[in-house]
């Protein structure tokens, strides 16, 4: 399964994100007004999924090879380490870690910066190991920026995905 985690207003973007998603693997939309971490929880309340890809909205797959191994392999998954592991919070979730863990009320955009380095720091714990998907997917490593949808993004790309960052360091 892969969640992809949006807010109320951000159409253009999701549609896009869905667009790219391969046919062969369920796709949940979560929409609501909250950050990353409200969304698991959504899918913690109201699903019975117990693996997961979370990926965000501003995301756009080129090749999909990357979503079947994380979804194939046993251990915890994070797309890529930057800020840390699960930066961004992408990465494949396991319920019952997410279950162990907890889950906090983010209270702020700020919290949520923050709670990206400390609670994923809890989630990387509780994981037995952790493999990175694309080491290299860092701030530092980016193809430069670009106006869309009305903002200035810091583009993130190889030739697995581009991912649109609206807030970076």
């Known amino acids: 399964m892969i969640v992809i985690a949006t807010s109320v207003g951000r159409e253009l973007w999701w549609r896009d994100c869905l667009a790219s998603m391969p046919d062969d ?4 939309l979560v929409s609501q007004y909250d ?7 959504w899918v913690l309340k109201h699903t ?10 501003s995301v756009i797959v080129h090749n999909a090879d990357f979503l079947h191994e994380g979804l194939q392999r046993e251990d915890a998954v994070s797309l890529c380490q930057h800020p840390d592991l699960f930066g961004m ?7 019952d870690i997410l ?3 907890g889950i906090p009320r983010v209270r ?3 919290h949520s910066i923050e709670l990206e380095r400390t609670w994923t720091q809890d989630y990387v714990r509780a994981c037995q190991h952790v493999h990175v998907m694309f080491p290299d997917f860092k701030d530092m490593n980016a193809t ?3 106006e869309r949808y009305e903002r200035t993004n810091l583009v993130l790309s190889n030739e697995h995905l581009t991912k ?3 807030t970076w360091a």
């Open 99 to 101: 279950n162990r863990v």
């Open 25 to 28: 693997i369920p796709v949940l």
């Open 164 to 166: 649109f960052k609206g």
């Open 35 to 41: 950050y990353e971490l409200g969304k698991i929880e």
């Open 48 to 57: 019975d999924i117990d693996r997961f890809w979370l990926l965000q909205d």
């Open 144 to 146: 430069g920026t670009v």
């Open 89 to 95: 919070f992408m990465g494949v979730y396991d319920r």
């Open 108 to 110: 702020s955009k700020e």
